[in-house]
């Protein structure tokens, strides 16, 4: 089945189109996670109470206090959040698989999770409860960055300079040796295994506060992907054909890697590890519309965080008042749906 | 350990594949104690002795003299009942009272050789973790399995079955017999007219517990609503609350089981994003619970009681 990938001219083309078509469905699915919850709140009301938070506008929904807090202060944040992790998510999954040209990349590839993963556990084990609202967000960044910077240094003292195989490699090694403290660590401290799963397995629920923590870097990192969808169409060729039209597959594959390791730390960092969503998001994109890297990866952003927004409302809605772990929807729901995608699309991609 | 928690970080590892745990009693091999052998030295009064626990009957051929406690209730318990001289080591999680002989062994990870060094003639667990109970029944060291209670009853028995195991049963019957008088009297005394609600929080995530729990039943003495009640059984019965649900249902009373864990208080409640509006907050009516006590089923029951019946008490008066 696999037929070599054809360089196609007309999705890159038909790229404003795409992107007009992922916003459409961001939008619907925000409206559909700001809709949905555990509260009892008629989707009436919370179209009044959402045209009040609007500038100059004053609508009375009705709403007591407290149920215009909760939507404010906590089903808006979370429907937010979930787009930014999972559009972070996707894009650096997408990303990943650009520069090592492995469909099988995503962006725990390199020690993100593993890394963040032992800092997390850490904080949780060694300090004291009252500060980790704080410091949990902090560690998983810092713990992701690092497994990344460990697993290139290794990759590139072991191999030869931007080979990819080794770096691969490498991020295997990195992501056993530091998963192996991580289970060491939490040993050490059985009774908080409940919470260690808790972080694993994900969580959008955090807020406004790690709305603004995590901004910047959101920002930051997707802007610098999105400019490189060029330079991926051409490494996908190979390094001697790119190196020849005049580009330097290393440095490029360095910033890709940069953005995309960011991208992924802070997504990490407010939200846990939630699987899936960045090697499957840019798989059904590509199967959609098309491989070159200018439209997979901002059809990739906007597609990730509609996903994650609605595995969330899943997670929120479907044993209400209780919550599933939103790591377990975006696998559960995730995977057939990525199957049905590769059956109705015999498309060849990568 | 707390053992609600622990209850559930088993459920957590079962769920994750990662080792068979929890409180099997149907491991089939009920610790052999040795058969009671017309030793030389003269059985005290009441030995040799069978007690049904968690792992089916067990036989104590005389009195201990060298228990191994592996779980923080049976620790309170076998203090409370007298046995306390007769402890020699209990576990790294046990830490009421403060006289009981704290050691590095683990409930959790149970190591079989650390504990056969402690050279005991009867060993006491809450959970079978890692085959402990078949373990230390291959060497002839009588194990009592006494699982997290999930009714009163229970809690009564497990006093009862210690009681009975260490030569104290007297002491063990009047205060179980105590413990229950003192529920019903606190029972009694609450005012259950009001039907108020409450939302009793394990940890942060926040992940609650249901009537069907122990504790829940505890509360359910007081005549109060469990707003976590409305969580579907696949919930199970410790389900991860969604924090806007608790918010809207507005409870009456917070109990906080996770006070020393989490750190957690009134004012921690009210930073949390959509909370600060909380009656329950605004009334001061979050209760304070001690996490230890309100996660283990000894004779400290009372205690939790007693803070739930003050509470309530004032939440009426209002």
């Not at chain 1, 949780?124 to 560690?139: H, L, M, R, W």
């Given at each position: 089945m696999p037929v070599p990938a054809v360089k196609e001219s007309g999705p890159a083309r038909a790229r404003p189109l795409w992107v007009v078509g992922g916003l459409v469905v961001l939008a619907l699915a925000m409206v559909a996670g700001l809709l949905g919850g555990a509260a009892d709140i008629s989707p009436w009301q919370v179209v009044l109470e959402a045209a009040d938070w609007l500038p100059f506008v004053d609508v009375d929904s009705g709403l007591a206090p407290v149920e215009q807090g909760l939507l404010l202060q906590l089903r808006l944040p979370r429907v937010l959040v979930a787009a930014v992790v999972g559009g972070l998510l996707a894009i650096a999954g997408a990303g990943y698989q650009g520069v090592f040209r492995n469909p099988l990349?995503?962006?725990?590839?390199?020690?993100?999770?593993?890394?963040?993963?032992?800092?997390?556990?850490?904080?949780?084990?060694?300090?004291?409860?009252?500060?980790?609202?704080?410091?949990?967000?902090?560690?998983?960044?810092?713990?992701?960055?690092?497994?990344?910077?460990?697993?290139?240094?290794?990759?590139?003292?072991?191999?030869?300079?931007?080979?990819?195989?080794?770096?691969?490699?490498?991020?295997?090694?990195?992501?056993?040796?530091?998963?192996?403290?991580?289970?060491?660590?939490?040993?050490?401290?059985?009774?908080?295994?409940?919470?260690?799963?808790?972080?694993?397995?994900?969580?959008?629920?955090?807020?406004?506060?790690?709305?603004w923590m995590v901004g910047p870097y959101a920002l930051c990192s997707a802007v610098l992907l999105l400019l490189h969808g060029r330079m991926l169409d051409v490494l996908s060729v190979g390094d001697d054909e790119a190196t020849s039209l005049g580009v330097r597959a290393a440095r490029i594959r360095l910033v890709v890697l940069l953005g995309a390791s960011l991208a992924t730390a802070a997504a990490v960092a407010v939200s846990g590890l939630i699987a899936f969503v960045g090697i499957v998001v840019p798989h059904v994109v590509r199967r959609l519309a098309g491989g070159s890297y200018r439209v997979v990866l901002p059809l990739s952003l906007l597609g990730g965080a509609a996903f994650l927004v609605m595995a969330d409302l899943l997670a929120r809605v479907v044993i209400a008042p209780a919550e599933l772990p939103i790591g377990v929807v975006t696998a559960f729901v995730g995977a057939p749906f990525f199957v049905v995608v590769l059956r109705m699309t015999r498309r060849a991609s990568m | 350990?707390?053992?609600?928690?622990?209850?559930?970080?088993?459920?957590?590892?079962?769920?994750?594949?990662?080792?068979?745990?929890?409180?099997?009693?149907?491991?089939?091999?009920?610790?052999?104690?040795?058969?009671?052998?017309?030793?030389?030295?003269?059985?005290?009064?009441?030995?040799?002795?069978?007690?049904?626990?968690?792992?089916?009957?067990?036989?104590?051929?005389?009195?201990?003299?060298?228990?191994?406690?592996?779980?923080?209730?049976?620790?309170?318990?076998?203090?409370?009942?007298?046995?306390?001289?007769?402890?020699?080591?209990?576990?790294?999680?046990?830490?009421?009272?403060?006289?009981?002989?704290?050691?590095?062994?683990?409930?959790?990870?149970?190591?079989?050789?650390?504990?056969?060094?402690?050279?005991?003639?009867?060993?006491v667990v809450a959970n079978d973790a890692d085959k402990i109970v078949t373990e230390l029944g291959k060497l002839n060291v009588p194990v009592l399995l006494e699982p997290a209670a999930t009714k009163l009853e229970e809690a009564y028995d497990e006093i009862a079955d210690l009681g009975?195991?260490?030569?104290?049963?007297?002491?063990?019957?009047?205060?179980?017999?105590?413990?229950?008088?003192?529920?019903?009297?606190?029972?009694?005394?609450?005012?259950?007219?009001k039907k108020?609600?409450?939302?009793?929080?394990?940890?942060?995530?926040?992940?609650?517990?249901?009537?069907?729990?122990?504790?829940?039943?505890?509360?359910?003495?007081?005549?109060?609503?469990?707003?976590?009640?409305?969580?579907?059984?696949?919930?199970?019965?410790?389900?991860?609350?969604?924090?806007?649900?608790?918010?809207?249902?507005?409870?009456?009373?917070?109990?906080?089981?996770?006070?020393?864990?989490?750190?957690?208080?009134s004012a921690a409640l009210a930073k949390r994003p959509g909370w600060k509006d909380l009656s329950a907050i605004k009334n001061g009516q979050v209760v304070e619970l001690d996490d230890d006590v309100a996660s283990r089923w000894g004779p400290r029951v009372v205690d939790l009681a007693t803070s739930v019946g003050q509470a309530v008490q004032k939440a009426a008066a209002r």
């Open positions: 990349a995503d962006p725990y590839l390199l020690g993100a999770a593993s890394g963040a993963g032992l800092t997390v556990t850490m904080v949780i084990v060694f300090v004291p409860g009252d500060v980790q609202t704080v410091s949990v967000p902090v560690a998983a960044f810092a713990g992701a960055v690092g497994g990344v910077l460990l697993a290139y240094a290794l990759g590139n003292t072991a191999g030869r300079a931007g080979g990819t195989a080794t770096l691969v490699l490498a991020g295997v090694a990195v992501t056993s040796f530091l998963t192996a403290i991580q289970t060491f660590v939490q040993q050490l401290k059985v009774e908080e295994l409940q919470r260690i799963y808790s972080w694993i397995l994900g969580d959008v629920g955090g807020g406004w506060d790690q709305l | 350990m707390r053992p609600v928690r622990t209850a559930f970080t088993g459920a957590m590892l079962g769920l994750l594949a990662l080792t068979g745990c929890g409180q099997s009693s149907g491991t089939g091999t009920a610790s052999v104690a040795p058969a009671p052998v017309p030793s030389s030295a003269p059985a005290a009064a009441g030995f040799p002795v069978t007690v049904e626990a968690g792992n089916g009957p067990v036989t104590i051929a005389k009195k201990p003299e060298r228990i191994v406690s592996l779980s923080p209730t049976a620790t309170e318990t076998l203090f409370a009942i007298g046995a306390g001289p007769q402890v020699v080591a209990v576990d790294d999680q046990s830490n009421h009272p403060a006289e009981a002989p704290k050691t590095d062994l683990s409930g959790f990870k149970p190591n079989v050789e650390a504990i056969v060094a402690q050279k005991p003639d009867l060993v009975a195991a260490t030569g104290n049963k007297p002491k063990a019957d009047e205060i179980a017999a105590g413990v229950k008088a003192s529920l019903e009297k606190l029972a009694a005394e609450a005012p259950k007219d108020l609600t409450y939302y009793h929080e394990l940890d942060v995530t926040p992940y609650a517990a249901t009537s069907s729990t122990f504790i829940g039943q505890i509360y359910g003495l007081f005549g109060l609503v469990n707003i976590a009640d409305k969580a579907p059984d696949a919930a199970g019965g410790y389900p991860k609350l969604s924090a806007e649900f608790v918010a809207q249902a507005d409870p009456d009373l917070i109990f906080l089981a996770d006070v020393k864990c989490c750190a957690q208080n």
